[in-house]
């Protein structure tokens, strides 16, 4: 078991304050929008591990200066990337089982989310959708740092959310005559051939006209049309409201008017959102542990300075009315609280410890991140404070007791 040294990704989008609150430390000014933990390449934990045994001196008892300093490096031991742990070493780290699943890598990424501004509106692949979009993409010659690259590897990336804080997103369509109603509401008179839409048809086609029409508009006509519906929205308030504050952070983008064809969430701290392939969503204020299938797979459809594939988009959404589907944990005996997913990469669950009670035994058969959000925890023989993690490899005995808050990430049953 390892303690984990986690990068922040600094996103425009982020918090400047939710994250450090969560650690303890100073406020820098700038964004901090995720905390990574796990084996992305993008950026790896770090583990810091003790050697298991000891280097001794050549047969004659002298050392060069250079074996000297190789020793007293491998006696101390060595920060390395989780990535390179995992590669010298799948079976060991991940489970045979796992490395047959899912290959020599860990499945999944662990993420606290900071949400300071709204995300952009996207949409995920399927597993299929996304083997077949990375290959075209490939045989093509797109380089994968390509701006207008849309595929960033073969995997499809199903996530769930799970607020610390008081979290609010989008999530879903909702029914056409609902989001008609509510663009009919603020009296713009350039929505009305969307409201016209909604109410005409059907609904998988009426969400994709609407969807494809607001896409498709001329930029200048959209900016006029979005200032003048953020304008209604912020005097009308109310549920209209949202709207209003995703227009202040972008202003004229149609990203504004699409996501009035989504419903509207709100989340209190331990209810989760669990977001599926071809769902359009985006998250637009708290703090949450996020977790995901290890990929980079993103189509995104508006708030957004970024690559907006247009076509393929429109491929990939289901145009289906859903419910957010807000979940909450459920308790098994042992005091663990599962969310429940369809997801084969992650399992998420909580424990919520207190002073004196009996430890929670933590043995998996498969890889474990085990993150502390509240209190102050001991795992194994580390103590943990909110916002440290550490890294057990499969079948490796581990219990937690204190007084405090536990999630543990790991693969999919």
Known sequence: MDRLSNTVRPYAWGSTTAIPALLGTAPTGEPQAEMWMGAHPGAPSRIFRRPTTETTATPDGDLTADDAAAAATELAG?????????????????????VTRFGPRLPFLLKILAAGAPLSLQVHPNLDQARRGYADEE??????????????????????????TPFDGL??????????????????????????????????????????????????????TVAEAAAAAERLGGAHAPYARIAHHFPGDRGVIAAMLLNYVQLQPGEALFLDAGVP???????GVEIMANSDNVLRCGLTPKHVDVPELLRIV???????????????????????????????????LAAGGDPAELTAAGPQILLCTAGALRVGDLELAPGESVFVPAGEAVEASGAGTLFRATVGA
């Not at 060595?78 to 796992?98: F, H, N, R, S, Y």
Request: net charge negative; proline share 8%; aromatic share 6%.
């Open 281 to 287: 969503h985006a998250y637009l204020d708290g703090l």
């Open 78 to 98: 060595a920060e390395l990337a989780l990535t390179d742990v995992i590669a010298a070493d799948p079976v060991g780290e991940l489970g045979a089982a796992t």
């Open 318 to 352: 289901r145009f289906e009315a859903t419910e957010p589907g807000v979940l909450r944990p459920e308790a098994a005996p042992s005091g663990e609280e599962l969310y429940e997913t369809p997801a084969d990469e992650f399992a998420l669950s909580r424990y919520t």
């Open 171 to 224: 999530c879903g369509f909702r029914r056409p005559t609902e989001a008609a109603d509510a663009m009919e509401s603020l009296g713009v008179d350039s929505l009305k051939p969307y409201v016209d839409l909604l109410r005409a048809h059907p609904e998988e086609a009426a969400l994709r006209e609407v969807l494809t029409a607001v896409l498709g508009a001329d930029p200048a006509e959209m900016a006029e």
């Open 139 to 164: 045989a093509r010659g797109v380089p994968i740092d390509a701006a207008h690259r849309t595929y960033k590897d073969a995997n499809h990336k199903p996530e769930l959310i799970c607020a610390l």
